[in-house]
């Protein structure tokens, strides 16, 4: 019931392609769904979060798109760049006192 | 990272020992996380604590310990039951008592010898 299950483990892009990066849910108590982005060796970085009263949220070149009866959420990463390469983790939570929970995340290659 | 620190960068353990790997933050925030990460299997809560004095378990709290005597601090030991132990931790705050958005410091790379 908890568990946030995410795919592909890994993703390999040419310089200005689009990946995509795909979060499913089976908790419905879930009302929070953030995407981190992390470098090698450092902490994972806050990217981009939607709450399921909408349907997509973009910033920058990164969108959310947010499927509530499918309880499914993606990622994806317009234009994308080398600099975007990095791990990917898509979380999910049911605010108040409850934990985050995490998948299991996802390695993107961009390359020149 | 921002006002989130781990020390140290990089701990070698010898089997048998405990450590103690520190996190501070200067962010004023109520709440505070352990984390591990080990390679394809995302992050993995250890302790939790909303508030100074008190701390929670998370789902692989064995051979762990906690204490949050300031609002500030909250360091993890890794004792000697912990029998692999060999990890990046990770450390993270949030504003409220809720766990909305969590800010991560930059880990603590513990390594068994």
């Known amino acids: 019931q908890q568990q946030v299950k995410q795919s592909p483990q890994s993703l390999i892009v040419q310089k200005g392609g689009i990946p995509i990066i795909n979060c499913a849910y089976e908790?419905?108590?879930?009302?929070?769904f953030p995407w981190y982005q992390q470098f090698p060796g450092k902490g994972p970085a806050l990217l981009i979060a939607?709450?399921?009263?909408?349907s997509e949220k973009k910033e920058g070149r990164f969108t959310i798109s947010f499927n509530k009866s499918a309880k499914q959420f993606s990622l994806h990463i317009m234009d994308s760049q080398p600099g975007d390469s990095a791990t990917y983790f898509c979380?999910?939570?049911?605010?108040?006192?409850?934990?985050?929970?995490f998948g299991t995340g996802t390695k993107l290659q961009v390359i020149p | 990272d921002g006002g989130i620190t781990q020390s140290p960068k990089y701990l070698f353990r010898k089997e048998g020992q405990n450590v103690t790997l520190s996190c501070e933050q200067n962010?004023?925030?109520?709440?505070m996380y352990w984390y591990r990460q080990d390679p394809g299997q995302g992050l993995r809560l250890i302790y939790y604590?909303?508030?100074?004095?008190?701390?929670q378990k998370g789902d692989i709290a064995e051979g762990y310990s906690v204490s949050r005597e300031k609002k500030e601090s909250f360091p993890l030991t890794v004792t000697s039951a912990q029998k692999n132990p060999t990890a990046f931790y990770l450390c993270?705050?949030?504003?409220?008592?809720?766990?909305?958005?969590?800010?991560f410091g930059p880990g603590t790379r513990l390594t068994v010898l």
């Open positions: 993270a705050t949030s504003p409220g008592q809720t766990t909305d958005t969590q800010y």
């Open positions: 908790n419905t108590a879930f009302d929070y």
């Open positions: 939607i709450r399921p009263d909408v």
């Open positions: 979380a999910a939570s049911s605010g108040g006192y409850q934990k985050v929970t």
């Open positions: 962010l004023n925030h109520d709440a």
């Open positions: 604590s909303q508030i100074v004095n008190d701390f």
